[in-house]
């Protein structure tokens, strides 16, 4: 195993473009909270490793459109006014990470993007913002919108010698929620529901976060359920912690309850 | 922000736990942090499969990783290795059959996980390197892997024990009775998972084998190891450094003791084992199916019972785990009279790793069949709960009471800590409120029943003391009692001071040391204070009288040290067991019962299931209240964990019989702010078998908490129209099956 | 690479694949960090990286290169505890002790950004740190003593 602690992005891009040239699969960290004891245990089998923590990419810009890199935890998300007035979407979010204060100072949204676990907290929150991801590589950037870059739980269309370097979150003051069941404080997330404007985006009921538009306040319960019984069978999610049809029972609720937040928000 | 700030409150001779600084400023010594020089790891190569010959393990491949010393699998171990012994007594005296086990199986595997290969190696990596390395070609068998299946189709084979209790004609009430009903309870399996798993240092010196150990039993472990690696119990020393939390887990029998020894004594060198996350999560306990029948009166008195239970306890093990079973099947009917009894249980191994002692040890799971079958009669007659529980209680002049198991109930007065309970809880708006009564047998005995005739009488395990005076002016008390972390060493100190005249920082106790502490249990069924702390009391009680003839006034530092340059040390050993009276119709069994009363108040989210607990209230009685703070801690700790059961521990498997629950992230134990404060209350019925009068602490509110928690989600169920509660853990998917559907 | 811990200047050599709490109990004998886990979810290996309340079974060793690392040893001492170490221990807010690095150095965090913490912010704060013994009620009261106490 090499593990390349890039001092730069380039330095970083030019780590990943040397393992993906030689075949191999390298991994990149971010906060490290999942992939780093995955690595420790064994099961996430990794060549090449390339960590960011030293490359400085942790600015987090309030413009017209909010910019975080690579680096920025869940901690800053959570402290920053700017994010607090015009993301509060996401700092409602990120307020609620489990794993007490190590995990929000340590945990990225761009991590979590990358992982792209059906349970996570970020990805409908995300996806609802249309967030954009900035992907680097050696040869170029591109920007991608979150929701394309999401492919299947634990796949992104990201190219070996890919990374992402940050995202564009375009501002959303006002008329969003976002409502997670979990569990327990230990669960993972087992669904999610972010509310914006015309649309809510579920998390934890598909393979990738599903968009559901949504024609009238009145009628959530009834595009939810529609949405989700068009699912086709082998994108439905399930895990440990619930059956499909639990999700499928609850996830018209929850996404009531993120629409009802959004309209006390307005 | 890190500079200390002079704390004009700070101090120490007032804080609960003297000397304890070094947990708050990170210098206590745990069992990783024993790093002897040229130390080996071992790591341990584990089944993939449920239950499969095994057709060949090939080391060679390991043998060539680097940094890898020595590989050994089954066949080799086996000639270094006797069979390993049961542990708390012959499996007979339960009712169970007795099989040979070996450390390292060489033909067969019962579980995934079951070690079949160990590897010690320059590094902890370099072993696991290794030990992945090693290959093992199976040969798939059937697999039992749960009660459901065995019930299915149950095939004696699988049953290692039966149990029976039976008082009275409960066939014949059950058929005539006018009320009466049926339910099934199931009980998920749970594990222990202590932050610090287990661990261990083995240093062979080529005479003698120094094994370090985290571990509730050192006197236990070396009489093991003695037997296993057939050597004399004078040439192994058990050292047990700091432990962090125990609750069963760390009782003698896993097959890793003596593996590890094994290997340092081959390779010469000391080799340390540290149980990774996902080892610790393999081991488990409390699972239980029951198929009840009641009969009641119409006034709610319970008039019978019949229970049908299946125990599935993993793989057969010596180690103690699979014992609970039999504790589960003899507390029946735990707090309450049922005039006509019939428990009936089978013990079923299954291909699921073996269980291990677990806190609570079996006596939860009768109380939460029976909280709920109380709760079940109060629904059925309108009564209160309170009330129904009130007419079933043994009262104070039942007892002493011998349970239909022949477990004798020393003391209690359940219905006053019932009543207490309900005035100490706050009332606050919820949707559902749940009690529990539950009574813990405690002290050890847990073979209890009638003695075959022409049996020898079993009587209870003395633990020891030796109290002495040291020539730095100070007192050392040496006692068989370890301490798991829960802090009974502050109690032992206190009573050792209490009885010398001294500051409890005159005194210096030594705890989990082969070499110096005399034999004792270590630390079980709640026996440290109440048994062990009446073994010290002993023991400084003669080293008092002693002082007191020789005339030498009271004790300080200066008279302590003059007193042993003229007589030496002056060691005095006392050894103690409490002194239940003879019965030679019954075995010895638990010498006293802790009782309790809880009321839980929970939210139930009806649209998700989601359960919430809004408050938890506990009146508590364990005898005479020795330490009050560590009294409330044992029960803070037992009621959350009580909590976690109820709620969302659980110890899932998936159809091959992997574990699924392998991390915290899996197994979901309660977090800071899943729980409320508890509230607790105390009541003091002495024991009348124990000197100091303590009945002991910590098994009980597990049992409590979790029935009283069921129960509450019941009555919010009830409120709504849900069907009843009849099996934890109650995550929200149980909790809204039992939901009615509502159209949205 | 060198690496500042509890004050004194180290330098260490560690493999690719060790973490930061491997390097701190291995290399440098720290006993103030611990493995509970290795993912995440207990806390005990929790130290200060620059400042930052972070779990150390997560950080892959290079990355703290010239880092500033503090952990429980370095609060105080026992004739001079910090508030936070003094609160534990008159609250007895322990049983076995494992689990103070992540619980103490949690509510440190917390004491520096919200003196005067809700009974729900210090249960929230806390939630990073696994305790099996103790069912958090004194840890809880311990943070409440400690923020009176300033």
């Known amino acids: 195993m090499t593990t390349t602690f890039a001092r730069s992005l380039d330095e970083a891009l030019t780590a990943l473009a040397e393992s993906a040239a030689a075949g191999a699969k390298p991994v990149v960290v971010s906060g490290g909270t999942l992939c780093v004891p995955a690595m420790v245990r064994g099961e996430l089998d990794a060549a090449d490793v390339v960590d960011l923590g030293r490359t400085g990419l942790n600015t987090l810009a309030v413009g017209s459109v909010i910019e975080l890199g690579a680096l920025v935890s869940y901690q800053q998300v959570i402290s920053s006014p700017r994010v607090r007035a015009e993301l509060p979407l996401l700092h409602r979010m990120a307020s609620g990470i489990t794993g007490g204060i190590q995990i929000r100072n340590q945990g990225t949204l761009v991590g979590a993007l990358c992982a792209a676990r059906p349970q996570s907290d970020a990805l409908a929150v995300l996806v609802a913002l249309q967030a954009e991801a900035v992907v680097v590589s050696a040869s170029g950037t591109r920007t991608a919108p979150v929701a394309d870059l999401l492919v299947s739980p634990g796949t992104t269309h990201l190219a070996a010698d890919e990374l992402v370097a940050g995202l564009r979150i375009p501002a959303c003051l006002h008329g969003t929620g976002y409502v997670k069941l979990k569990f327990a404080e230990s669960s993972w997330p087992v669904v999610t529901a972010a509310a914006v404007q015309d649309r809510v985006v579920l998390g934890g009921v598909a393979g990738t976060p599903q968009v559901v538009p949504l024609p009238s306040r009145r009628e959530v319960r009834a595009a939810v359920v529609d949405h989700l019984d068009a699912l086709p069978t082998e994108h439905r999610w399930a895990d440990l912690r619930a059956p499909w049809a639990y999700r499928r029972r609850v996830a018209p609720e929850i996404a009531a309850r993120a629409v009802e937040l959004a309209e006390e928000a307005r | 922000m890190m500079s200390a700030v002079n704390a004009a409150a700070a101090d120490p001779a007032r804080w609960p736990k003297r000397n304890a600084f070094e947990f708050a400023g990170g210098t206590a010594v745990f069992i990783d942090d024993v790093r002897p020089s040229v130390l080996l790891h071992m790591a341990v190569v584990r089944s993939s499969r449920a239950h499969a010959r095994l057709r060949r393990v090939d080391t060679a491949q390991a043998k060539a990783v680097p940094g890898a010393v020595r590989v050994l699998e089954g066949r080799e171990a086996s000639l270094h290795l006797r069979p390993l012994p049961y542990q708390f007594g012959d499996p007979e005296m339960i009712g169970g059959r007795r099989i040979v086990l070996e450390a390292l199986p060489v033909d067969e595997v019962r579980y995934v996980g079951e070690p079949i290969a160990i590897v010690a190696a320059e590094s902890p990596r370099a072993a696991r390197r290794a030990a992945a390395a090693v290959v093992v070609d199976y040969e798939d068998l059937p697999a039992l892997l749960d009660a459901r299946a065995f019930l299915a189709d149950p095939d004696p084979i699988h049953v290692i024990a039966e149990n029976e209790v039976v008082s009275g004609a409960a066939d014949e009430v059950l058929r005539t009775a006018e009320h009466r009903f049926g339910a099934e309870f199931a009980l998920g399996r749970s594990s222990t998972a202590p932050i610090e798993p287990r661990g261990y240092v083995a240093a062979w010196d080529g005479t003698r084998l120094t094994v370090h150990a985290t571990h509730q039993q050192p006197h236990q472990l070396r009489t093991e190891l003695a037997e296993v690696l057939d050597l004399p119990a004078h040439a192994i020393r058990v050292v047990v450094p700091n432990v962090g939390g125990a609750f069963g887990l760390k009782m003698t029998g896993p097959v890793e003791e003596p593996l590890v020894c094994l290997l340092s004594m081959l390779c010469g060198r000391p080799v340390k084992w540290i149980e990774s996350r996902a080892e610790c999560f393999l081991g488990g306990g409390r699972e239980q199916l029951h198929q009840v029948e009641v009969a009641h009166a119409a006034d709610g008195r319970l008039l019978a019972l019949r229970d049908q239970v299946v125990i599935p306890v993993g793989a057969e093990a010596v180690s103690p785990g699979w014992r609970q079973a039999y504790v589960s099947t003899a507390s029946f009917p735990t707090a309450y009279v049922v005039p006509h009894l019939d428990i009936r249980s089978r013990v079923v191994a299954t291909n699921l790793p073996p269980w291990h002692s677990c806190r609570g040890f079996g006596k939860e799971a009768p109380v939460f069949v029976m909280e709920r079958i109380l709760d079940m009669v109060a629904r059925r007659t309108g009564l209160d709960p309170a009330e129904v529980r009130r007419r079933n209680l043994l009262r104070p002049e039942d007892l002493p009471h011998r349970m239909a198991s022949g477990y004798r109930m020393d003391s209690a007065d359940l219905p006053t800590v019932l009543n207490r309970v309900l005035e100490l809880d706050g009332g606050a708006e919820a949707d559902g409120v749940g009690i529990a009564v539950e009574v813990t047998p405690e002290g050890g005995g847990h073979a209890g029943g009638r003695s075959r005739p022409g049996a020898t009488p079993t009587v209870a395990a003395p633990e020891a003391a030796a109290v002495l005076l040291r020539s730095d002016g100070q007192v050392e008390v040496r006692t068989g009692v370890t301490n798991p972390g829960g802090g009974n060493d502050i109690a032992l100190v206190r009573l050792a001071a209490g009885e010398l005249g001294l500051s409890p920082d005159s005194i210096r106790l030594v705890q989990g040391d082969t070499d110096l502490c005399p034999p004792g249990t270590g630390n079980a069924s709640s026996r440290g204070v109440a048994i062990g702390g009446a073994a010290v009391v002993l023991a400084a009680r003669a080293l008092a009288d002693t002082v007191s003839r020789l005339g030498a006034g009271p004790l300080t530092e200066s008279t302590i040290a003059e007193l042993v340059v003229r007589y030496g040390p002056l060691e005095h050993v006392r050894e103690y067991r409490p002194d239940p009276p003879e019965d030679l119709e019954y075995r010895y069994s638990y010498p006293y019962f802790s009782s309790g009363a809880y009321v839980a108040r929970v939210d139930v989210d009806r649209a998700t299931g989601r359960v919430r607990l809004r408050s938890l209230t506990a009146v508590h009685d364990c005898g005479r209240v020795i330490e009050p703070v560590l009294v409330e801690g044992q029960l803070h700790g037992a009621m959350a964990m009580g909590v976690g059961l109820a709620l969302s521990e659980e110890s899932r498997f998936d159809a091959r019989g992997v574990l699924q629950a392998s991390s915290f992230k899996e197994y979901l134990a309660p977090r800071a702010n899943d729980l409320p404060d508890f509230v607790i209350g105390h009541h003091e019925t002495r024991a009348p078998h124990t000197l100091l009068g303590a009945k002991g602490a910590g098994e009980s509110g597990l049992g409590g908490a979790l029935a009283a928690i069921a129960n509450a989600v019941d009555d919010a169920l009830a409120r709504c129209g849900g069907r009843e509660v009849t099996s934890i853990p109650l995550d929200p998917p149980t909790v809204l099956a039992l939901l009615p559907e509502v159209d949205q | ?150």
């Open chain 3, 1 to 150: 690479m060198r690496l500042q811990v509890d004050g004194a200047h180290v330098q260490i050599d560690p493999d690719p694949e060790d973490t930061l709490v491997d390097v701190l109990r291995d290399e440098l004998g720290s006993t103030a960090v611990r493995v509970g886990c290795r993912n995440g979810d207990c806390g005990t290996c929790t130290a200060l990286v620059d400042g930052q309340c972070v779990k150390t079974c997560l950080v892959l060793a290079g990355r703290a290169e010239g880092a500033r690392v503090e952990t429980l040893a370095s609060l105080g001492t026992e004739t001079n505890p910090h508030p936070v170490q003094e609160a534990f221990l008159a609250e007895y807010a322990f049983q076995c002790g494992f689990c103070l690095p992540g619980m103490i150095l949690s509510a440190v965090t917390l004491l520096a950004d919200t003196p005067s913490p809700s009974d729900a912010e210090i249960r929230n704060a806390l939630s990073g740190n696994l305790c099996r013994c103790t069912g958090y009620v004194n840890a809880v009261r311990a943070v409440r003593r400690a923020a009176a106490a300033r």
